[in-house]
């Protein structure tokens, strides 16, 4: 059993940064992979960013290439994801997420352990 726990969601202007972390804890194994995924109300539940555990390969969702960075501290089990030049959509409660299939998807069935969510507004 794997617990995640988000933090660092918040109301910022358009075009600030946020941080967002994802500490985990339980039995996670090299070949976990972990990403983040967000929701806006009324959509779908969308893939930002993950990467894997044990290799560090890293995707990204190309609505967020360049301005997001995902990365990991594999001593304390967290993920970050770094958010930079936010805009009115990218606001959605963002969701980590951890699967023990050794491949990044990047759809949500694909994961089995998920966070409860961090609300992340960028107001215009």
């Known amino acids: 059993q794997v617990q995640l726990v988000e933090s660092g969601g918040e109301l910022v202007q358009a075009g600030g940064s946020l941080r967002l972390s994802c500490a985990a804890s339980?039995?996670?194994?090299?070949?976990?992979?972990m990403g983040w995924f967000r929701q806006a109300p009324g959509k779908e539940r969308e893939f930002v960013a993950g990467i894997a555990w044990s290799t560090g390969s890293i995707y990204y969702a190309d609505s967020v290439k360049g301005r997001f960075t995902i990365s990991r501290d594999n001593a304390k089990y967290t993920i970050y994801l770094r958010m930079n030049s936010l805009k009115p959509e990218d606001s959605a409660v963002y969701y980590c997420?951890?699967?023990?299939?050794?491949?990044?998807?990047?759809?949500?069935?694909?994961?089995?352990?998920w966070g409860q969510g961090t609300q992340v507004t960028a107001s215009s």
């Open positions: 997420a951890a699967a023990n299939t050794g491949f990044v998807g990047r759809r949500p069935h694909e994961y089995n352990y």
């Open positions: 339980g039995r996670i194994f090299s070949s976990y992979v």
